[in-house]
């Protein structure tokens, strides 16, 4: 079952991974995915590295692991095609489906490597506009660990 605690993902999740969303433009700089860029430049460049090795048409769904130091993987996932603010443009940039497939392949690979997974609350949901109902629903029956910003 998820749990949800309250701090910044990046104090929190120290061992094990932590996921956020991409598009799949080759485009990093805005949200919480600016930030781990800039947290973890490594996550930035693997994340142009694909880009630029896979077709646009092939990215869609993928799901990138990169090693950010020592105890943690961070996660790249491509459940985004384009992107935009939800909140101006009325539109959702999230594909919900590949975001909670993703959501759920990142539990299943923290089960078999007996460690924690971390994704912040309202993943997809802020600047790519998904309903963070749906998501938390579809993934209630996770280990998932929830982190929501203070």
């Not at 799901?63 to 992107?83: A, C, E, K, M, R």
């Not at 919900?96 to 994704?119: E, G």
Request: hydrophobic share 40%; glycine share 6%.
């Amino acid at each position: 079952m998820t749990q949800t605690i309250k701090g910044n993902i990046f104090d929190v999740a120290k061992t094990g991974y932590i996921m956020h969303q991409v598009n799949c433009q080759n485009v990093m700089g805005a949200g919480i995915a600016a930030e781990f860029a800039k947290r973890f430049p490594q996550i930035k460049s693997e994340y142009h590295d694909f880009c630029n090795k896979t077709h646009i048409n092939a990215r869609l769904g993928a799901f990138q692991q990169v090693t950010l130091n020592d105890s943690l993987i961070g996660i790249n996932s491509y459940s985004q095609f384009t992107y935009g603010n939800a909140k101006k443009t009325k539109k959702v940039y999230t594909d919900s489906h590949m975001l909670i497939r993703n959501l759920i392949k990142l539990d299943q690979l923290a089960k078999q490597n007996n460690t924690k997974a971390y994704i912040p609350k309202y993943i997809g949901c802020g600047l790519a506009g998904a309903d963070w109902t749906e998501i938390e629903k579809a993934i209630e029956a996770t280990d998932l660990i929830i982190v929501e910003f203070k």
